[in-house]
């Protein structure tokens, strides 16, 4: 009922191709910031920000940049977790080894040099596609982990094969607390959001998903194939690299390269096709769906059924209904979370009348 | 749109003897013909006689094993697809070769990629050039979508549209690309009558106002007489008559072809 756009003319192309063409989406975006930015640190717990809120950034991001990838151009990768382990290791060693560097700048380089990596795991996608680009892109996955683990250089020598991040300090202010390293977090995913909102509703995006849509047609356009798809990885790796550094940064802290392994990379795998393909809000929701969700039902497990069943039980209870979840909203919707916001938005426009 | 008022210039494309095979199957053996500017040249024949792989050797995406094709006085052995769209070529394709995620309007923005110099840094940040740019192209997309009249579908994603419609979003879509050589691959197959009309309207005022030149593959021999000024008939890879319309309807070579002969 409130939800509509009737009333809001557009008098020029400007305003009709604006990021949120409706008043009501620019209001609502404009209070879940003020609310990240502002509420959240305020009444969150440090366990709030520091063990649910931040990884759930960190994995938008990840999903974000994997979903430019396949969502939107199209090309399954299962290395996402091998470029997340790029970025960590590169800002590492960028940081221990010219420690002049502020640790933002290194972010940056740090998901350059993923992507530069990720070009290079994407040759392979001028000539195969689907399933079998997969299967390259598992070469990526595995050799990365391989590299991290087995070369000393990469972990500078470490006995354990663990790195710990040194203290990230920008003019002279340590991120050391939660709150401010929820809200580093937050600042770097709202603009690489934003970057990322930006390029799928330019050229480039439409190259992208014209490719993904239709190759051969693409070309006869004037899209050169190899040049788009390695954009695509370049740009999806400097996502995940950005993401790694942060994973190893601000969430963990000590890193061991096993914590980029394949499980990861299916883990954001899913969270984009149980969030929505080709859909940037989708990314968030699907990363909330995977992170938030087990601690939702854990806390409403304990609450209700608390004192009757055995932790054990209510353990595998909350995997049962987690995994019952997940078949649930694929049969429901399989183009995923966004798609189902996006058909709630269309009846919101004409509740109370059903047409 | 009487033919009297018709420029029709020089050689725009020739096809010089093209040879193309799959394997021991050969699609085109021998073909020559030309393009002239500004003229409509209908390319016609029996199923399996080579048409559409003629039009898929002249923008690219098959390479021909023998012959040259000369466009616009240079002269090429291959060439990739997204080379030849930048020297002016574009096409449609027998099955809907629409992006099928896309709205109808994105789908005919594809089209002016090529127009676009801004990259993807500036479209990152959606702001100063970049903007101008979308915002200008955009106006040219909508210049198409008021010339064939679709509207009311700007924002429709192309996969809901009826087939008519995708047809006609997919000629948008060439000719937002500005090209000099439009080859469509049968723009009315399966349409209705009404839907027929309103494409050969469409494809008759591109040309006259446009002055875009077009080679089309179409099987309504109504249609093809009616629009072409030319017509070029292929059978079994082999080019068996080229000529006006008028001729080609009287070649007993072509009449044989498509009725066949009692032995």
């Given amino acids: 009922m409130f939800y509509r756009e009737a009333g809001q003319f557009k008098a020029s192309y400007a305003a009709d191709q604006s990021i949120f063409p409706i008043a009501q989406d620019r209001f609502g975006v404009l209070v879940i910031l003020a609310v990240a930015f502002v509420f959240v640190p305020l009444v969150a717990n440090e366990y709030w920000l520091r063990s649910i809120l931040t990884p759930f950034l960190i994995f938008s991001l990840a999903a974000l940049g994997l979903n430019i990838l396949t969502g939107y151009a199209g090309?399954?990768?299962?290395?996402?977790?091998?470029f997340m382990a790029v970025g960590a290791f590169a800002a590492y060693n960028l940081q221990i080894r010219i420690?002049?560097?502020?640790?933002?700048?290194?972010?940056?380089?740090?998901?350059?040099?993923?992507?530069?990596?990720?070009?290079?795991?994407?040759?392979?996608?001028?000539?195969?596609?689907?399933?079998?680009?997969?299967?390259?892109?598992?070469?990526?996955?595995?050799?990365?982990?391989?590299?991290?683990?087995?070369?000393?250089?990469?972990?500078?020598?470490?006995?354990?094969?663990?790195?710990t991040a040194p203290p990230m300090v920008m003019f002279g202010f340590e991120f050391s607390g939660a709150q401010s390293r929820y809200l580093l977090t937050l600042s770097i995913v709202a603009v690489l959001a934003l970057a990322a909102k930006n390029m799928v509703?330019?050229?480039?995006?439409?190259?992208?998903?014209?490719?993904?849509?239709?190759?051969?047609?693409?070309?006869?356009?004037?899209?050169?194939?190899?040049?788009?798809?390695?954009?695509?990885?370049?740009?999806?790796?400097?996502?995940?690299?950005?993401?790694?550094?942060?994973w190893a940064y601000v969430y963990l802290g000590t890193v061991e390269p096993q914590a980029f392994d394949i499980f990861r990379s299916f883990e954001i795998l899913f969270m984009i096709i149980i969030g929505g393909l080709g859909s940037i809000l989708g990314s968030f929701l699907g990363a909330a769906f995977i992170v938030l969700l087990p601690i939702v039902l854990n806390n409403v497990s304990s609450i209700f059924a608390g004192g009757t069943l055995s932790a054990h039980t209510l353990s595998h209870l909350e995997l049962v209904i987690f995994g019952s979840l997940i078949i649930f909203f694929l049969i429901?919707?399989?183009?995923?979370?966004?798609?189902?916001?996006?058909i709630a938005k269309e009846k919101f426009r004409l509740w109370p009348f059903p047409y | 749109m009487s033919q009297a008022h018709k420029k029709i210039g020089d050689i725009m494309l020739k096809v010089e003897d093209i040879s193309l095979s799959f394997g021991g199957v050969r699609a085109l053996s021998g073909v020559s013909f030309d393009v002239r500017e500004h003229e409509i040249l209908a390319i016609i024949g029996p199923n399996g006689a080579g048409k559409s792989s003629m039009l898929n050797v002249i923008n690219g995406v098959y390479h021909p094993q023998?012959?040259?094709?000369?466009?616009?006085?240079?002269?090429?052995?291959?060439?990739?697809?997204?080379?030849?769209?930048?020297?002016?070529?574009?096409?449609?394709?027998?099955?809907?070769?629409?992006?099928?995620?896309?709205?109808?309007?994105?789908?005919?923005?594809?089209?002016?990629?090529?127009?676009?110099?801004?990259?993807?840094?500036?479209?990152?940040?959606?702001?100063?050039?970049?903007?101008?740019?979308?915002?200008?192209?955009?106006?040219?997309?909508?210049k198409i979508?008021?010339?064939?009249?679709?509207?009311?579908?700007?924002?429709?994603?192309?996969?809901?549209?009826?087939?008519?419609?995708?047809?006609?979003?997919?000629?948008?879509?060439?000719?937002?690309?500005?090209?000099?050589?439009?080859?469509?691959?049968?723009?009315?197959?399966?349409?209705?009558?009404?839907?027929?009309?309103?494409?050969?309207?469409?494809?008759?005022?591109v040309n006259d106002?446009?002055?875009?030149?077009?080679?089309?593959?179409e099987h309504d021999m109504g249609v093809v007489m009616d629009i072409s000024d030319r017509v070029m008939v292929l059978d079994y890879g082999r080019k068996i008559a080229d000529g006006s319309p008028d001729e080609v309807r009287a070649d007993q070579e072509v009449i044989d072809a498509y009725l066949g002969v009692s032995h």
């Fill in chain 1, 75 to 82: 090309q399954l990768s299962l290395g996402t977790a091998g």
């Fill in chain 1, 332 to 342: 429901v919707e399989p183009a995923g979370l966004a798609r189902l916001w996006q």
């Fill in chain 2, 66 to 142: 023998e012959g040259a094709i000369t466009y616009k006085g240079s002269t090429r052995k291959q060439m990739r697809p997204h080379q030849a769209a930048k020297q002016g070529i574009a096409r449609t394709f027998q099955n809907i070769a629409l992006f099928k995620g896309m709205s109808t309007l994105d789908n005919i923005m594809t089209g002016r990629l090529l127009k676009m110099r801004r990259n993807f840094l500036w479209q990152a940040l959606y702001w100063g050039p970049a903007q101008k740019e979308e915002i200008e192209n955009r106006m040219v997309c909508e």
């Fill in chain 2, 145 to 205: 979508i008021d010339f064939l009249e679709i509207q009311a579908i700007r924002k429709t994603p192309v996969g809901r549209l009826p087939y008519g419609l995708q047809k006609r979003v997919e000629l948008g879509r060439a000719l937002a690309m500005e090209p000099d050589l439009l080859l469509l691959d049968e723009p009315m197959a399966g349409m209705n009558v009404e839907e027929k009309e309103d494409m050969c309207r469409f494809v008759l005022d």
């Fill in chain 2, 209 to 217: 106002e446009f002055g875009t030149t077009i080679a089309l593959i």
């Fill in chain 1, 99 to 163: 420690p002049e560097i502020p640790f933002i700048l290194d972010f940056v380089l740090a998901g350059l040099i993923a992507a530069a990596v990720g070009i290079l795991f994407g040759l392979p996608s001028l000539r195969i596609k689907g399933f079998y680009l997969a299967v390259a892109t598992l070469a990526a996955q595995f050799f990365l982990e391989w590299l991290f683990t087995r070369v000393g250089w990469f972990t500078n020598y470490s006995s354990s094969g663990v790195i």
């Fill in chain 1, 201 to 246: 509703r330019s050229e480039i995006g439409r190259a992208w998903m014209a490719v993904r849509d239709m190759d051969v047609a693409a070309e006869v356009i004037g899209i050169r194939l190899l040049h788009t798809k390695l954009l695509a990885f370049a740009v999806s790796s400097f996502y995940c690299g950005i993401a790694g550094a942060l």
